[in-house]
């Protein structure tokens, strides 16, 4: 571990307590270093997290290692929340992410926005930060400003990096002490608390774990799971735009890599398979792509530079109900970083 000193990395994911945190540390004249782990489950407006700290002179920094966060999410040491948000292993993970950073830079230690009993999960008690510490191997070189005042003091507060009585002791969920602050500093645009984990999402959460079955897992596969409606012809997985911009994301992103379908000379929806379709597969596929874009009476089939025009046939609701890959449920409440 290298030398404590006055530059730091904050664990930054746009929302209010850790945008505190960057405007905190920046306050008490400490370089500044906003970090954003980003996941595939984890989707945040990028342009959006750089502007809201372009006002102070900072970058943003991003780092992403998927292969590894899929890993945490498959086998979390300490288990799920009530999806399949790990979000002890979580934790663990950004800050394992974070230490290489500032480590990279030559940083001396972490901050987060953190609040004492904020989270259920991972910021229930101070035995749970702890615990999170110890397994990044970040032992008293994580700072809360938030909370720094009401938990043990950090090797920062010992050496004397940084002054304990210019931060506070901010716990439990109520958000007054946090709004208040943030009108101090003139912070009037942030992003919701716990937004943006898909992980926290019970019918994401089914279609992640259906995915995770596999040994390998495809990457396109992984990158469609937060796009569309998901049906499987035999076992073969077809993405349904719902909407416009879905429809294009999936021109845009996909149309030149995998078999793809779309309303031909008509609006409508878009579709693509993830493995080449038979025959039959294909024609469900068309059926399927007809029912959710009325105006379209036939559908273009393109893969590979080739392209064919198929008829659709008529297909049911009951058919359709019964290709989806998951069904709907309710999303619950998750963690932020
Ligand atoms: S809610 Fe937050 S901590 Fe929990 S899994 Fe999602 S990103 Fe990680």
Same mark, same amino acid.
């Given at each position: 571990?290298?030398?404590?000193?006055?530059?730091?990395?904050?664990?930054?994911?746009?929302?209010?307590?850790?945008?505190?945190?960057?405007?905190?540390?920046?306050?008490?004249?400490?370089?500044?270093?906003?970090?954003?782990?980003?996941?595939?489950? %984890?989707?945040?407006?990028?342009?959006?997290? =750089?502007?809201?700290?372009?006002?102070?002179?900072?970058?943003?920094?991003? /780092?992403?290692?998927?292969?590894?966060?899929?890993?945490?999410?498959?086998?979390?040491?300490?288990?799920?929340?009530?999806?399949?948000?790990?979000?002890?292993?979580?934790?663990?993970?950004?800050?394992?992410?974070?230490?290489?950073?500032?480590?990279?830079?030559?940083?001396?230690?972490?901050?987060?926005?953190?609040?004492?009993?904020?989270?259920?999960?991972?910021?229930?008690?101070?035995?749970?930060?702890?615990?999170?510490?110890?397994? #990044?191997?970040?032992?008293?070189?994580?700072?809360?400003?938030?909370?720094?005042?009401?938990?043990?003091? /950090?090797?920062?507060?010992?050496?004397?990096?940084?002054?304990?009585?210019?931060?506070?002791?901010?716990?439990?969920?109520?958000?007054?002490?946090?709004?208040?602050?943030?009108?101090?500093?003139?912070?009037?645009?942030?992003?919701?608390?716990?937004?943006?984990?898909?992980? +926290?999402?019970?019918?994401?959460?089914?279609?992640?774990?259906?995915?995770?079955?596999?040994?390998?897992?495809?990457?396109?596969?992984?990158?469609?799971? +937060?796009?569309?409606?998901?049906?499987?012809?035999?076992? $073969?997985?077809?993405?349904?735009?719902?909407?416009?911009?879905? /429809?294009?994301?999936?021109?845009?992103?996909?149309?030149?890599?995998?078999?793809?379908?779309?309303?031909? $000379? #008509?609006?409508?929806? #878009?579709?693509?398979?993830?493995? +080449?379709?038979?025959?039959?597969?294909?024609? +469900? #596929?068309?059926?399927?792509?007809?029912?959710?874009? =009325?105006?379209?009476?036939?559908?273009? %089939?393109?893969? $590979?530079?080739?392209?064919?025009?198929? =008829?659709?046939?008529?297909?049911?609701?009951?058919?359709?109900?019964?290709?989806?890959?998951?069904?709907?449920?309710?999303? /619950?409440?998750?963690?932020?970083?």
């Amino acid at each position: 571990m290298g030398e404590l000193n006055k530059k730091c990395v904050v664990l930054y994911s746009g929302g209010l307590d850790s945008l505190l945190a960057v405007y905190i540390m920046k306050s008490l004249n400490f370089s500044v270093y906003p970090l954003f782990v980003k996941t595939p489950f %984890y989707k945040k407006d990028e342009d959006r997290l =750089k502007s809201q700290i372009e006002n102070l002179s900072l970058k943003l920094y991003i /780092t992403e290692n998927s292969g590894d966060y899929i890993e945490v999410v498959k086998n979390p040491e300490f288990g799920y929340g009530k999806n399949l948000n790990p979000c002890i292993d979580c934790k663990i993970f950004f800050f394992k992410q974070a230490k290489l950073f500032m480590e990279k830079i030559g940083a001396g230690f972490i901050v987060t926005g953190e609040v004492l009993g904020q989270r259920p999960m991972s910021q229930r008690s101070y035995s749970v930060l702890r615990a999170i510490e110890k397994r #990044a191997n970040l032992i008293d070189l994580i700072l809360r400003p938030l909370s720094a005042k009401c938990l043990p003091q /950090t090797q920062m507060e010992k050496e004397g990096i940084i002054d304990r009585e210019k931060l506070f002791c901010i716990t439990g969920r109520s958000r007054k002490e946090q709004f208040k602050l943030a009108k101090e500093f003139g912070i009037d645009s942030f992003e919701s608390p716990a937004g943006g984990c898909l992980l +926290t999402d019970a019918a994401f959460s089914k279609r992640v774990k259906e995915l995770l079955k596999n040994e390998q897992i495809d990457k396109y596969e992984l990158e469609l799971l +937060t796009i569309g409606r998901h049906f499987k012809i035999n076992k $073969k997985r077809f993405v349904v735009s719902r909407n416009r911009e879905e /429809t294009l994301l999936l021109f845009d992103s996909f149309k030149d890599k995998l078999p793809f379908l779309r309303c031909y $000379k #008509a609006a409508g929806a #878009a579709g693509v398979f993830v493995e +080449t379709p038979e025959k039959e597969e294909l024609s +469900t #596929a068309a059926a399927i792509l007809k029912r959710y874009s =009325k105006k379209a009476n036939e559908i273009e %089939y393109i893969y $590979k530079n080739s392209s064919v025009i198929i =008829k659709p046939e008529e297909i049911s609701q009951n058919m359709i109900d019964s290709l989806k890959a998951v069904q709907k449920t309710q999303k /619950t409440e998750g963690e932020k970083i």
